[in-house]
Structures are given as C-alpha cells and as structure tokens.
C-alpha cells in the first residue's frame, strides 16, 4: 500500500480523534456553564421563611446529634425519684429527731431552773442567818432571837416573790451546846418553772447554825 495513502488514513484518524475529544471538552464546558448558572428565585419569597419563629437553640441542639449518635449525658439512676415509703421513712426518722432535740431542750431548761433556783434560795438562807448574827453580836435578848418559828411566805421576801422562808430557834437544845446557846434553822422553800412553762413541786433549802453568846 503506498504511504501517502497510509498518512491520509492516519490523518484521518488523528482528525477524527481531535475532533471527538473537542466535542467532548465543548460538552463538559457547556455543562459545567450550566450547573454554575444561579437559580432564579420568585419575587417575595424567602428561603427559611418557615425557620424564622423558630429559636437557634433548638434548632442546633436537633441538628447536633445525628440519627447514630447519642447525646454525651447519661440518665442518673436518682432519676425516678423517691417511692411513698421513702418518703414516709423520712419524715419518721426527721419527726424522731426533732422530738428528741425538743426534750433536750426541755430537759435543759429544767435544769438551768433548778440551778438558779437552788442558788437563789441558798442565798436567801445564808443571807438571814447572817441577820441573826449580827443581831446576837448586839443584842443577845433581841425580841427575833427568841425560841419558835417565823415564817415568811411567797411575796413578802423582798425581790424574791416565788421563795418562801421558814426560820426556827431552839434554846440550849442539849448536848454539847449549853444554856447561852441557840440553834437556828433557816429553811427556804421555792417551785421551779419546767421547761414547758409551769411550776414544779416545792423544792426546799435548808442550812443550820449554832450560835452561842459572847461571856
């Protein structure tokens, strides 16, 4: 076969392979022009018109978990909350406590009453005694000085309207004491108020002296 004729059969070849790779390069250009071509929109519309009332926080929180995904916090298992029996034992136990700190309470006030009961009527015994010393020092046949009983009933002490006072002389009471001697008795006598607010049962002092006179 003569070569001139080969070389146009190879240029047809090459010519028609140019040829079909430039139809193919003008039919991705045409394409790609257009998928790049922009939509036209309709006067008036927006595209999330619907999403507008909506808050962004929602929204996210929907988009941020997808269908395989879970959310990072885990249920507690206090979740369920307390049972009627829970709550019943509670309130049990929390009653018992509280009865308890209330008798404390009132064990307590009773106690600081008593105290300043018994301290009071000490003092209201001693402090009549000391009277009656300083009476004998005097005046040995003082009219206060003589044998029997006074009492001082609830009010009539000065400053101490819940006391009472009994006081008992006993002349030359025999033993060691002889005929210029006394023995005196004072007895103070008071309710103490309970920690509930009333008056207890009477409560009494008592202190004792010997006094003999001076030669």
């Known amino acids: 076969m003569p070569r001139h004729a080969m070389d146009g059969a190879g240029d047809r070849r090459r010519r028609g392979h140019q040829d079909l790779g430039r139809g193919h390069a003008r039919h991705q250009c045409d394409g790609g022009h257009r998928l790049q071509q922009p ?7 927006h595209l999330h018109d ?3 009332g909506r808050r962004p926080g929602a929204t996210d929180r929907r988009r941020r978990h997808r269908t395989h995904q879970h959310p990072l916090r885990r249920p507690m298992r206090g979740d369920r909350g307390f049972t009627l029996g829970e709550v019943l034992v509670a309130v049990s136990i929390l009653l018992i406590g ?5 008798t404390g309470f009132q064990y307590a006030s009773s106690g600081i009453a008593l105290g300043k009961g018994e ?5 209201l015994a001693e402090q ?8 004998a020092l005097k005046d040995w046949t003082h009219t206060q ?11 009539s ?3 101490a309207a819940l006391y009472r006072r009994v006081t008992s002389i006993a002349d030359a009471p025999g033993g060691t004491c002889t005929a210029r001697c006394k023995l005196v008795r004072v007895t103070v006598l008071y309710r103490p108020v309970t920690g509930r607010g009333q008056m207890d049962q009477e409560r009494q ?3 004792v002296t010997m006094l003999v006179a001076r030669t």
């Open 128 to 135: 009549r005694l000391e009277q009656l010393k300083a009476l």
């Open 205 to 207: 002092v008592d202190v």
């Open 145 to 155: 000085l003589n044998a029997g009983t006074t009492t001082e009933g609830y009010g």
């Open 157 to 159: 002490i000065a400053g």
């Open 39 to 45: 939509r036209r929109r309709q006067p008036g519309r």
């Open 98 to 102: 509280l009865a308890a700190v209330v």
């Open 50 to 52: 619907h999403e507008r």
């Open 119 to 123: 301290t009071t009527a000490t003092f």
